[in-house]
């Protein structure tokens, strides 16, 4: 089915038939600039579900680890940097589904041993963006943080199989 939209001559009256012509030709009405994406879920096996992004566009997906790592029958905090930006593109609607390795989410660290990715306990956050501004420090407009605690994380070998 064909829909034809008539077209307005003010900002406001514009946006709306955009919106409108968009929900009667079926299709999910494009995401605002000033509303922020959201992340629904992240698991524990790496999957990503977010909404409102830009139709078939970049998503920039940050992945950050925090806590304390197994250590020589002790703790030490984890100083590891976390993975650089992922990148994903949202389908025609604007949502995300993805899947990060989660053994790869934090370079490995010697400590009584190979630790990759998060140690159990730790907590792994997401969050995105789609490269609309915004007003925060990194001038971006983010998602809401999306925080689980990891489970079944520190593995060795390395990701891949790799020998030492």
Same mark, same amino acid.
């Given at each position: 089915m064909r829909t034809t939209c008539p077209r307005r001559r003010t900002a406001l009256a514009a946006a709306t038939a955009v919106v409108a012509c968009a929900a009667l030709a079926g299709a999910a009405p494009p995401a605002r600039a000033d509303t922020p994406p959201v992340?629904?879920?992240?698991?524990?096996g790496g $999957?990503?579900? %977010? =909404?409102?992004f830009l139709p078939s566009h970049t998503v920039y997906v940050r992945i950050a680890v925090s806590g304390v790592l197994p250590c020589n029958g002790s703790t030490a905090p984890d100083l590891r940097q976390s993975s650089p930006l992922y990148q994903f593109t949202s389908d025609p609607a604007g949502n995300l589904t993805a899947s990060v390795d989660m053994k790869t989410i934090a370079p490995g660290a010697f400590c009584g041993?190979?630790?990759?990715?998060?140690?159990?306990?730790?907590?792994?956050?997401?969050? $995105?963006?789609? %490269? =609309?501004?915004g007003s925060d420090i990194t001038g971006l407009l983010w998602s809401n943080t999306f925080t689980i605690t990891a489970t079944g994380g520190g593995t060795t070998p390395p990701p891949g199989g790799g020998h030492s």
């Open positions: 992340i629904a879920s992240f698991g524990p $999957a990503i579900q %977010g =909404r409102g041993g190979v630790i990759w990715g998060a140690a159990n306990g730790e907590q792994v956050s997401v969050s $995105a963006h789609d %490269g =609309r501004p």
